[in-house]
Every structure is written in C-alpha cells, then in structure tokens.
C-alpha cells in the first residue's frame, strides 16, 4: 500500500488563482499615483537629510531645509493630483448606467410623444403649404 502512493506523484499547482479583491486603478490614476508615491519619497528623504544637516551644523543646512519645502509643496500638489485624475477619470469613464425598465419605458414613451408631433408637423406644414400655393382657384393672377 505504501508503494503505491510513492509511485503516484502528487500534482499540486504552484499557485491557485484568486478573484482580484478590488479592481485595477485606471491607467492614468495608477501613473498619478506612481509619481506622487515617488515625490513624497524624495521629500521625506530631503527632509531627513536636512535635519541630519542641520544637527551636524553643515552649510548644507539651509539649502536642504529651503529645497524641503518646495518639495513639501511639490508632493502636496501630486497628492493633489491622485485625487482630481480619479476624479475626472470617474466622471468619464466610470459610471455605466443601465437603465430600470420603468426609466426605459418613460424615454421610449416621451420618444414616441416627440416622433407623432414631429410628424404631425410635417403634415401640418404640407398642407399649409399646398393652402398657400392655392392651385388657381380663386387667386386672380394679377391683383
């Protein structure tokens, strides 16, 4: 019996596929991400260079703390960034809207309202037409 289950391997895959959690970010939201993660890097890392500057008593000092700030700045506008792209992106792209029957119903309804007066119109507008023409009867070909 133990000879038999050496002889048979077991196959176990390497890895078993799981439904994503939470859908992939838009590809131009992702990008903004990217950069901002990478901006706030280099600030907090100016950050800790000029305060290690600045116990060291390096002329260094006042540069990195005037370039820390800017870069502060830099980093809040990219956060900044994250939020108005996924913002915009969405107010285009994200919401697909299906229609409930009693929607539909009510637009086809008010389509087929505006095609009858449309075409009524029409209608109208021929027979004013043939009126104003008048066929002879009754005009006088000089007045």
């Known amino acids: 019996m133990r000879a038999e289950k050496r002889e ?4 176990r ?8 959690r939470r859908r992939r970010l838009p590809d131009p939201v992702r990008t903004a991400a990217v950069r901002a993660v990478i901006i706030i890097a280099v600030t907090l890392f100016q950050a800790m260079v000029a305060f290690l500057c600045t116990l060291a008593g390096s002329w260094l000092a006042f540069p990195m703390v005037i370039s820390s ?3 502060t700045v830099v980093a809040t506008w990219g956060a900044l960034d994250v939020w108005v792209t996924r913002q915009v992106w969405n107010q285009r792209y994200g919401v697909v809207s299906a229609p409930s029957s009693t929607a539909r119903a009510l637009r086809q309804e008010r389509r087929r309202a ?3 007066a449309r075409a009524a119109a029409r209608t109208e507008r021929g027979q004013e037409r043939i009126r104003t023409r008048g066929g002879g009867a ?3 070909s000089h007045p």
């Open 8 to 11: 048979r391997p077991v196959h």
């Open 69 to 71: 700030v800017v870069s």
């Open 13 to 20: 895959p390497l890895w078993v596929e799981e439904p994503a």
């Open 138 to 140: 009754g005009q006088l």
């Open 114 to 116: 505006r095609r009858q």
